[in-house]
C-alpha cells in the first residue's frame, strides 16, 4: 500500500511565503518610490517613520482580525465586528464625556470597562445565535452587523461625541518606551491570544471543530461552548479596536467608525492562510495580512491617490491571494504544467476508502 | 398487491403542510400591513395614496437590486458587490456624459459593466471553486475603487435624456409615479416570469434547494450559477442608473452598504438565506416593508434615522428565527 | 435468456486509486428485461463499477458496450441521455419542488420558452399512474416519506425513456410495506423490458426478485450465477470470502473460552435498546476482558448498534447499564466519561481530523475530556505519542506529519491510539480492519487480544467473518437490523454455522419472520 506522502515543501511551499513575498515586495516599491520610506529617527524619545505608522496604523486590523482568526478556524464568520467596534468606542467615549473629570485615569478605566462588558454581550448575543440555536454564522453576525451600527448611533445619539481625555488618547497616540503605546497594545493581545489558543489546548480544539466537526463530537468535544467563546473573544478584540479608533481622534462617531473593517480582518485572515472552510489556523499570518492591507493603504496615501482608489489594488490582492491558494486553480494550473503530478485523489465521492486487493 | 391501502398511507401530505411554503411571505405582507395600518392610524397625511407611490419612487433602485440578489440567494450564494455597481454604473454614466457621448451609448456602456463584472464573479465562483462572500467582496473593492478612481467627487449629469427621466411625471389619477416606476415594475415582471416559468428559473431554484442533486439530474448547474451573477450584475447596473436617474448625479460614495439593505429586504420577504426558497414577490414586500418603516420614522419626526437599523436589525432577527424553526419542524 | 443480446456489456473494467486497486478486470453484462442484482461488502467494488458505468469515474481498462456500441460516458447527464438512468440510495432530487418539477425538471414541456406547468402536471401524473402512485403532483416533494420519493427518482429515470436503470440501494431506508411497493415497481419496469441493475444489502429481497446475481469481492469478479443455482449460504460465503490463508496466522486458539471471562457484573448491559429507523430492541452484555464479536452484513445494523452503546445516536427506547447502573447516555461526552471509546469504521469523515497532526489526533479525546483549560503537558503528550506510535508501529514515526498523510492503515492505528490512551472499559471497534493492508490487520487482531486479556472489554464488529471468529469469546448476529442470535465461540463455532445464521436469520430454522 502506498503511502500518500506530502510533497516536501519547500521555501515556496512554505505557507507564509507568498504572503511575505507580497509584503516585501510593497515595503521595496515605496523604498523605491520614496526613498525616504525605510528611515526611522527618534524625536523626543519616540520612534517615528513611516515603517512605525504602518505598525501603529495596522494595530487595531491586527485586533479585529485576530479573534476573526478563531471565528474562521471554527468554521464561521464574524461580520458584525465592524459594528462593535463602533458600540465599544461610543459607550467608553459617552461614559468619558459624561464624567466632570475627564483626565481622570479612574473614569477612563471605568469606561474601558464598561464598553468592553457591552462588547462582550454582543458576543455572547452572536455566539448564542450561532452554537446554540444553530443559524448560519454568516447570518447571524448580519442581525449585529445591521443592528449594531443602528445602536452605536443611538449611543452617540446620532452624533459625534468629542472628548479631551490624556489617558483614554493614550490608547491611540500616545507611546510606551520609545514605541507607539497602539503597538505595544497590538503586541500584548497578539500574546494574549496567543497564549489563550496555544498554551492551553483550546487552539487545538477550535481546530478540530473547524477541521471536522463530526469527528470532534465523536471525540467528546464540547463544540457549543468554544464557539460561544471565539465569538466572544472576536467581540472582546473589536472592543480593544473600537478604543484605540476613537482614541486616536478623540471622538466617537457611531456611523462611520469601525466601517467595513470587518471586510479588511476577513481579507487579512485569508491572505495570512488561514482557510474560510476552517480548520488550522494561522496568528502570524494574519498580522502579515494585516500588514500587507495597512501598507497597501498608506503607500496608495503616500502617492497622493484617493484612499478609497486603494479600494481597487485591494481587490487585486484578494483575488491573487485566494486564487493561490485555491485547491481548483492550483489544480489547473498544475494539469497545464504537464501530466506528472498525480490525478486529485477521488476520496471525496468515495464512500469509504476501497479495500485494499 | 393492492396499491389502494398503501399508497394514502404513504402519498397524503398532511393539511398544514399546504400554506406553509408561503408561511414568510405571508407573514411579511402581514407585516407591512400592520405598519401601514399603524402609519394610518397616527397619521393622516399616511392615508394619502402618493406616500406608496413615494416608497416606490424613493426604493425603487433598492428593489431591482434587491431582485438581483434574490436570484443569487435563491442558488444559496451571495453577492456583496451589488451597492458598489450601483455606484459604478451612476458614476461611469455621469462620466461619460460629461465627456459628451450620447445618451444612448452611455446607457449601453453603464447597463453592459455591471453583467460583465457579475460573469466574471460568477466564472471565478463556478470554476475556482472559491466562496461567493469573498469573491463578491473583491468585486465590491474593484468596483468601489473604480469609482473614486473615475472622480473623486460627485458629478452632476446634465444630459437632456437623463433629466428628461428623473423630471418626467406620469399622472395616475389624482397622484403620479415617475419613469423608474415604471422600470421598477417592468424588471419585477420579468423577474417573476423568469423565476417561474423559464428553465432558467427552476434551475435556479434547484441548485439552491439541493446542488449535488441538481448535478446528478444532469441539470447545467454552473451555467446557471454564473448567469445568477450576471442576472445580479445586470440589476445593479440598472439600479444604479435609475439612482443616477433620482440623483441626477454619480457620487464616489454614494449607495454604501447597499448591499445589506438588499440582502435583509430578501430576507424579509421570505426568501430562505440557504437557498431554495422564494419568491420575487417577497422581495417585493421585504423592499416595501423597509421603505415604510423609513417612512414611518420620516412621518414621527421625534425618532432618528439609527432607529431604522436597529428595527432592520431586530426583522431580520426575527425572519432568520422563522426560518429556522421551520428548518427544525421539517426534520 | 441466455439466447438474447446483453442491452449492456462491460469488459475487464479496471480502475485504480492511489495505492488501492478499486476494480480489477470486471466483467459485467445486463439483459433486457431482469433485475440483476450486484452483491459484494465494502469494498467489493460495487459503488465504483456503478460509478464507472455511469461516467462518474473514467476507468482504466476495460470496454463498456451499450446495444452493441461502445460508450463512454463523462458523467450522469450523459448517461442518462442515452438511456442509463440511476436512483441512488439517498434521494438525489429537491425537497424544495413540486413533485412533478422533479420528474421533468431540465425538460420541462416548453411553450414558446415558457414552462408549461398544466402539461407538466398531466404528465407526472399520467407517469405516476403508470406507477399506481396517487399522490397530488402539484405538491413538494419533500413533504413525502422517503418511499414516495424515491418512486418519484424511480420516475424519473423511467420518463427519459431508460433501458438501463440501476437502483443504488434503494431500499436502505424504507420499511417492509414500502419496500413492497417499491418490488412491484421493479416487476413491473421489468416486464416492459427495462434491465435493472439493483444493489441491496437485503438478501431476502435479492432472492425475491432477482433473476441473476454478480458477486464483487475486494474489487474482482467472483462470480455471475442465476438466482435459482445459488443458496443463500452460498451467497453470503462468496460474498465473504474466506481470507484465512492469506492472513498471518495468530497463536490459533480454538474458540475462546466465554465461561472464563463471563463473570461478574457487566461493563455494559443493553436490554431492550432501540432506535427507530436504525435498529431494532436487542440485548447484549460485554463483561470485563471480553470481545463480542458482531457479524452481519454491511447494512445489518451493526454500526447503529455501535452508535447506541456510544452515544453518537440517542436510544429512544430499553435501559443501559454501565458496571450494573443505570445510565442515560445522551452523548459521546456523556459515554466517555463512563470510559466507553468508539472507533467509527469511518475514519475520514468521523473518525481524525485530516488537518491536524498525528500527535494532536491521538490526544485529542483525552484533552476533550480535560477540558481545554487544562492542557496536557507536552512531556506528557510526547511521552504517550512515543509510546504509542511504538506499540502499534505507525509509520511514518513523525508525530508533527498531518494525519491525512497517513496511509489507511497507520490511520486506523492513531484512531485507536487516540482511545487507548483514555483507558478505556469498553472499546467498540466498528470495521477496525477494513482498507488496510494486512500486516497491519494482524497487528490490530493481536492487540485486540492483549487488550481483552488485560481486562478491557470490546466490541468488535467486522464484515470478515474469519476475525471475529479468532478475536471473539462471543458473536453477535445481525441480520436486516435485529440482533438475531448470540454464539458461543466454541469448538462447535465456525464460519459455516455463522453464515447460514446471516443468511437465514436463524439457526437450523427455515427463514426468519423478518
Known amino acids: 500500500m502506498t503511502t500518500w506522502k506530502a510533497r516536501l515543501p519547500g521555501v515556496t511551499g512554505h505557507r507564509l511565503f507568498w504572503p511575505v513575498v507580497v509584503l516585501v515586495t510593497l515595503v521595496a516599491a515605496n523604498a523605491v518610490y520614496r526613498p525616504s520610506f525605510l528611515a526611522i529617527e527618534v524625536k523626543d524619545g519616540h520612534l517615528y517613520g513611516s515603517l512605525i505608522d504602518i505598525l501603529r496604523l495596522s494595530a487595531p486590523l491586527i485586533l479585529v482580525a485576530l479573534g476573526m482568526t478563531l471565528v474562521i478556524a471554527t468554521g464561521g464568520i464574524d461580520l458584525s465586528v465592524g459594528s462593535v467596534v463602533a458600540v465599544s468606542g461610543a459607550v467608553a467615549c459617552l461614559y468619558i464625556s459624561r464624567q466632570p473629570d475627564q483626565g481622570d485615569v479612574g473614569t477612563v478605566l471605568t469606561a474601558l470597562v464598561i464598553a468592553a462588558g457591552v462588547a462582550l454581550l454582543l458576543g455572547a448575543w452572536n455566539g448564542m445565535l450561532v452554537a446554540v440555536i444553530g443559524i448560519q454564522p454568516i447570518i447571524a453576525t448580519l442581525i449585529l452587523m445591521v443592528a449594531g451600527r443602528g445602536l452605536a448611533q443611538l449611543v452617540t445619539s446620532g452624533q459625534i461625541i468629542t472628548i479631551n481625555s490624556s489617558p483614554y488618547r493614550m490608547i491611540g497616540t500616545g507611546h510606551l518606551l520609545t514605541l507607539p503605546f497602539a503597538i505595544i497594545l497590538a503586541l500584548a493581545v497578539t500574546l494574549a491570544v496567543a497564549v489563550l489558543t496555544r498554551r492551553t489546548a483550546l487552539g487545538m480544539i477550535i481546530e478540530a471543530v473547524g477541521g471536522n466537526a463530526e469527528a470532534s463530537r465523536l471525540a467528546g468535544i464540547r463544540a457549543r461552548r468554544v464557539k460561544l467563546l471565539v465569538y466572544v473573544v472576536s467581540a472582546a478584540c473589536a472592543a480593544v479596536a473600537g478604543f484605540m479608533m476613537t482614541a486616536n481622534v478623540s471622538s466617537a462617531d457611531g456611523n462611520s467608525a469601525g466601517l467595513w473593517v470587518e471586510l479588511d480582518a476577513i481579507l487579512a485572515v485569508v491572505i495570512g492562510g488561514t482557510s474560510l472552510a476552517g480548520g488550522r489556523f494561522y496568528l502570524s499570518g494574519t498580522i502579515v495580512g494585516a500588514l500587507i492591507i495597512q501598507t497597501l493603504t498608506t503607500s496608495v496615501y503616500a502617492m497622493n491617490i484617493d484612499p478609497q482608489t486603494s479600494l481597487l489594488f485591494k481587490a487585486m490582492v484578494v483575488i491573487v491571494v485566494c486564487l493561490i491558494q485555491a485547491p481548483a486553480f492550483r489544480a489547473r494550473f498544475r494539469r497545464r504544467r504537464g501530466a506528472a503530478a498525480p490525478p486529485p485523489v477521488p476520496v471525496d465521492q468515495q464512500k469509504e476508502q476501497v479495500a485494499a486487493p | 398487491m393492492s396499491t389502494t391501502q398503501l399508497t394514502p398511507r404513504l402519498g397524503r401530505p398532511t393539511w398544514w403542510r399546504l400554506p406553509r411554503r408561503q408561511v414568510p411571505v405571508l407573514v411579511s405582507l402581514g ?301 | 435468456m441466455s439466447d438474447r443480446h446483453p442491452v449492456l456489456t462491460m469488459t475487464a473494467i479496471s480502475k485504480f486509486f492511489p495505492g488501492v486497486r478499486a476494480l480489477d478486470g470486471v466483467d459485467f453484462r445486463l439483459f433486457p428485461g431482469e433485475v440483476h442484482a450486484l452483491m459484494g461488502e465494502n469494498g467489493a467494488g460495487k459503488s465504483t463499477l456503478i460509478k464507472v458505468l455511469t461516467g462518474v469515474y473514467g476507468s482504466d481498462a476495460g470496454t463498456i458496450m451499450l446495444d452493441g456500441a461502445p460508450v463512454s460516458f463523462t458523467g450522469p447527464r450523459q448517461a442518462t441521455a442515452a438511456g442509463v438512468s440511476t436512483v441512488y440510495q439517498e434521494v438525489n432530487l429537491c425537497p424544495n419542488l413540486s413533485v412533478a418539477e422533479n420528474i421533468f425538471i431540465g425538460r420541462q414541456p416548453q411553450r414558446f420558452g415558457t414552462v408549461n406547468w398544466r402539461e407538466m402536471r398531466r404528465r407526472a401524473g399520467t407517469l405516476l399512474a403508470r406507477l399506481d402512485l396517487d399522490i397530488d403532483v402539484g405538491e413538494l416533494l419533500g413533504g413525502y416519506s422517503l418511499a414516495v420519493q424515491q418512486m418519484v427518482a424511480i420516475a424519473r429515470a423511467v420518463d427519459v425513456r431508460a433501458r438501463v436503470l440501476i437502483l443504488d440501494e434503494p431500499t436502505s431506508s424504507l420499511d417492509a410495506d414500502e419496500v413492497a411497493q417499491l418490488m412491484r415497481i421493479m416487476r413491473q419496469l421489468r416486464d416492459e423490458g427495462i434491465a435493472i441493475l439493483f444493489v441491496t444489502h437485503f438478501l431476502d429481497q435479492v432472492y425475491e426478485i432477482a433473476d441473476r446475481i454478480t458477486v464483487l469481492r475486494n474489487g474482482r469478479l467472483v462470480g455471475e450465477y442465476p438466482t435459482a443455482d445459488l443458496p443463500q449460504y452460498a451467497l453470503v460465503e462468496k460474498m465473504i470470502g474466506k481470507e484465512l490463508d492469506t492472513l498471518e496466522r495468530l497463536d490459533e486458539q480454538a474458540g475462546r473460552d466465554l465461561a472464563a471471562v463471563e463473570t461478574g457484573v457487566p461493563v455494559v448491559e443493553a436490554t431492550g435498546l432501540a432506535r427507530t429507523g436504525s435498529v431494532a430492541p436487542f440485548s447484549l452484555t460485554i463483561h470485563q476482558g471480553e470481545v463480542v464479536g458482531m457479524a452481519g452484513l454491511l447494512g445489518s445494523g451493526r454500526t447503529e448498534v455501535a452508535r447506541l452503546f456510544f452515544g453518537a445516536d440517542r436510544a429512544d427506547r430499553g435501559r443501559l447499564a454501565v458496571d450494573g447502573q443505570p445510565v442515560t447516555i445522551r452523548g459521546p461526552v456523556a459515554a466517555i ?141 445481525m441480520r436486516d437490523r435485529q440482533l438475531v442470535t448470540q454464539l458461543a465461540n466454541d469448538d462447535s463455532l465456525d464460519a459455516e454455522r455463522v453464515m447460514r445464521v446471516i443468511a437465514s436469520g436463524a439457526e437450523q430454522k427455515g427463514r426468519d419472520q423478518a
Not at chain 2, 70 to 90: C, E, P, Q
Not at chain 2, 163 to 174: L, N, S, W
Not at chain 2, 275 to 298: E, F, H, N, R
Open chain 2, 31 to 331: 407585516l407591512l400591513l400592520l405598519m401601514y395600518g399603524i402609519g394610518v392610524s397616527q397619521y393622516r397625511a399616511f392615508s394619502n395614496i402618493q406616500v406608496i407611490f413615494n416608497v416606490f419612487i424613493d426604493n425603487g433602485f433598492l428593489l431591482v437590486v434587491a431582485i438581483g440578489m434574490t436570484f443569487v440567494i435563491l442558488t444559496g450564494g451571495i453577492d456583496l458587490s451589488v451597492g458598489s455597481v450601483v455606484a459604478m454604473t451612476a458614476m461611469v454614466s455621469a462620466a461619460l456624459l460629461r465627456e459628451g457621448l450620447p445618451s444612448a451609448l452611455v446607457l449601453l456602456i453603464a447597463l453592459l459593466i455591471g453583467p460583465t463584472l457579475g460573469f466574471v464573479m460568477g466564472c471565478v465562483i463556478h470554476f475556482f471553486d472559491i466562496q461567493p462572500f469573498i469573491v463578491t467582496l473583491a468585486g465590491m473593492f474593484f468596483a468601489r475603487g473604480l469609482c473614486t478612481w473615475i472622480s473623486s467627487v460627485s458629478v452632476p449629469i446634465s444630459d437632456g435624456f437623463w433629466t428628461a427621466a428623473a423630471q418626467e411625471r406620469i399622472r395616475i389619477g389624482d397622484n403620479f409615479v415617475t419613469v423608474s416606476v415604471l422600470i421598477t415594475v417592468a424588471v419585477v415582471a420579468l423577474a417573476a416570469y423568469t423565476l417561474a416559468y423559464t428553465r432558467l428559473g427552476r434551475n435556479v431554484y434547484a441548485i439552491g434547494g439541493n446542488p449535488q442533486s441538481a448535478l446528478l439530474m444532469g441539470l447545467p448547474v454552473g451555467r446557471t450559477r454564473i448567469a445568477v451573477y450576471t442576472i445580479s450584475g445586470l440589476c445593479s447596473a440598472i439600479g444604479g442608473i435609475l439612482l443616477s436617474f433620482y440623483t441626477l448625479s454619480g457620487a464616489p460614495l454614494i449607495a454604501v452598504g447597499m448591499e445589506l439593505d438588499a440582502i435583509a429586504a430578501v430576507v424579509i420577504g421570505g426568501t430562505l438565506l440557504t437557498g431554495g426558497a422564494g419568491y420575487v414577490l417577497g422581495t417585493v414586500l421585504g423592499v416595501l416593508v423597509l421603505g415604510v418603516i423609513q417612512t414611518l420614522i420620516t412621518f414621527d419626526g421625534t425618532l432618528n434615522s439609527w432607529w431604522t437599523k436597529i428595527v432592520i436589525g431586530g426583522l431580520l432577527f426575527a425572519f432568520i428565527l422563522l426560518q429556522r424553526l421551520i428548518a427544525i419542524r421539517k426534520k
Open chain 3, 337 to 477: 466519561d463512563r470510559n466507553i471509546a468508539f472507533c467509527s469504521e469511518n475514519r475520514r469523515t468521523e473518525g481524525l481530523v485530516g488537518d491536524l497532526s498525528v500527535r494532536e489526533n491521538i490526544i485529542l479525546a483525552m484533552q476533550a475530556a480535560r477540558g481545554w483549560l487544562r492542557p496536557v503537558p507536552r512531556r506528557r503528550q510526547d511521552e504517550l505519542v512515543r509510546r504509542y506510535v511504538e506499540a502499534l508501529s505507525i509509520r511514518p514515526n513523525d508525530p508533527d506529519m498531518p494525519v491525512r498523510n497517513l496511509s489507511g492503515g497507520n490511520q486506523q492505528k492513531v484512531l485507536l491510539a487516540r482511545w487507548l490512551i483514555t483507558e478505556p472499559r469498553l472499546l467498540i471497534l466498528d470495521e477496525p480492519t477494513r482498507g488496510i493492508d494486512i500486516g497491519a490487520k494482524a497487528e490490530i487482531q493481536r492487540l485486540v487480544v492483549q487488550l481483552s486479556d488485560g481486562g478491557m472489554a470490546v466490541l468488535f464488529i467486522s464484515a470478515e467473518l474469519e476475525e471475529v471468529l479468532r478475536l471473539s469469546h462471543k458473536v453477535a448476529v
